[in-house]
């Protein structure tokens, strides 16, 4: 394994890096390009131009590294389950009774 080519650096406590992409978008990218896979596959099977097929999927492999990549490198290992996060945060809380605010006490 010391002559691999590619290197898998992980260390104590650090989440998994491979080519830059970070954490869940190595496993994103792979989705991505299974997708493609079988895009492929079905286009040829229903006859269209193996050219044009190849070059369809070439675009939207391109476009899906680079997003992929964007991705990473804008969020980083947790930040896009962040963003999610704060998005189901509500902005402001109403309150119309100080009910809440008085202790009771224990008799």
């Known amino acids: 394994m010391a002559n691999s080519v590619y290197q898998i650096n992980k260390g104590i406590n650090k989440s998994i890096e491979f080519k830059g992409l970070k954490a869940q978008y190595i496993w ?14 079905a286009m040829y099977i229903a006859g269209v131009n193996s050219f044009i097929c190849i070059g369809i999927i070439l675009i939207a492999g391109s476009v899906l590294v680079f997003k992929v990549y964007g991705m990473s490198n804008k969020y980083g290992e947790h930040g896009m389950m962040k963003e999610l996060a704060k998005r189901s945060v509500p902005k402001t809380i109403k ?8 202790k009771r006490s224990k008799r």
């Not at 009774?97 to 008085?102: G, H, P």
């Open 95 to 102: 309150c119309n009774s100080r009910k809440i605010f008085i």
């Open 28 to 41: 994103y990218l792979g989705a991505g390009v299974v997708g493609l896979l079988i895009l492929f596959a």
